[in-house]
């Protein structure tokens, strides 16, 4: 079984109100890049794909009046995918969902929020992650009230290979938006690291909940993090993905992602890239490991084949020129994917 995770960027720019694609010349999200050709090359990656579940980041939005998983039911008929029935999680007000695409021939999905409902004031227990959770991220003795923009879905899969549970993640971005001077600029992207780090601590009282109950466990999605990708680290000590692996903890409270594992063997050298960024005051493009899928002890043994399908990095996908192609086209993220096999007898 293939499980994969894929952020798009602007998927819901080409859809209308009535979840039916906008296939024309108009301009999507992305740089230079009409709705048609994002939504040929997506469609292109994703047959490339033939997954058996897409954890969708920045899926179509649902509102009052739009619904993400109409849009992706209606993507994924049109492109004749596998992957054609969707399960959203709590919606949010940014545009950017985080739906999960899969084929109903192979799984039943249900949507399984673990934790309290909370009200503004929060909760210092880890609540449900639509809810508020009240944390002191430094020594001021101050709580500090954090909330997900984009609350994590967890779903419960039940399938051929066995049921496992999956948390979609897209954790918050360190960018500083709307700063208007270079100090502002510093105390923006400070103030988006700590939130940042914060809801990755919330994410690991999560996975610990899950690996304590022996819960076969896949955390899938956008970290807006990785090891050494940027000078904060050395202020707060370790990025939010180490966090959420663990690192520091015995063996079996830890999660496995082969790309973070060895990013972390050296933050200085070369190592695997999930997303690529134009840069557009340096003239150049960026490129960082940002995507994972990180595995539980109980599927690790079972997990193999993890890929990025990234068109300058992976062998296969240079030679394609048509995948290559689509690829660039659809998104500034790349698709991850690995391969997860049946429980042994």
């Known amino acids: 079984m293939r499980i994969a995770t894929y952020n798009v960027e602007w998927f819901a720019n080409l859809f209308d109100d009535e979840g039916q694609m906008v296939n024309d010349g108009t301009w999507s999200g992305r740089q230079d890049v009409t709705k048609s050709q994002q939504l040929a090359a997506l469609a292109h990656v994703f047959q490339a794909l033939d997954a058996d579940a897409v954890m ?12 993400g998983t109409v849009a992706l039911e209606t993507f994924a008929a049109a492109a004749g995918i596998r992957s054609r029935k969707a399960q959203i999680g709590f919606v949010n007000d940014t545009q950017q969902e985080i739906i999960l695409l899969y084929d109903p021939d192979v799984m039943s999905v249900r949507h399984d929020p673990i934790g309290d409902v909370t009200g503004k004031k929060g909760s210092r227990t880890p609540p449900r992650f639509d ?12 709580e500090d009230l954090i909330r997900f923009s984009k609350p994590p879905l967890e779903v419960v899969i039940d399938s051929d290979v066995g049921t496992f549970r999956m948390i979609g993640v897209h954790a918050k971005s360190k960018a500083p938006h709307g700063a208007r001077s270079k100090n502002e600029e510093m105390r923006f992207a400070i103030a988006n690291r700590r939130k940042q780090l914060a809801q990755c601590i919330w994410l690991r009282e999560r996975v610990a ?20 990708l940027d000078e904060f680290e050395k202020l707060f000590g370790r990025s939010g993905v180490e966090i959420v692996l663990g690192t520091e903890l015995p063996p079996e409270q830890q999660l496995f992602d082969p790309h973070a594992a060895q990013a972390l063997l050296s933050k200085v050298s070369a190592h695997p890239t999930t997303s ?50 689509a690829l660039l086209t659809a998104s500034d993220h790349f698709p991850v994917t690995l391969q997860l096999s049946a429980e042994s007898i």
């Open 209 to 228: 909940y899950h690996l304590a109950e022996g819960d076969p466990l896949i955390v899938a999605g956008d970290f807006n993090d990785g090891p050494g």
């Open 131 to 142: 809810g508020t959770y009240r944390i002191d991220l430094d020594i001021d003795a101050t």
């Open 56 to 67: 969708v980041i920045e899926a179509p939005d649902s509102s009052r009046h739009r619904d």
């Open 276 to 325: 690529r960024f134009f840069i557009r005051d340096e003239g150049r493009y960026l490129s960082a490991l940002l995507d994972y899928l990180m595995v539980s002890p109980t599927l690790k043994p079972r997990a193999k084949a993890w890929r990025i399908w990234h068109p300058f990095e992976d062998p296969a996908c240079w030679k394609d020129r048509d995948l290559c192609e």
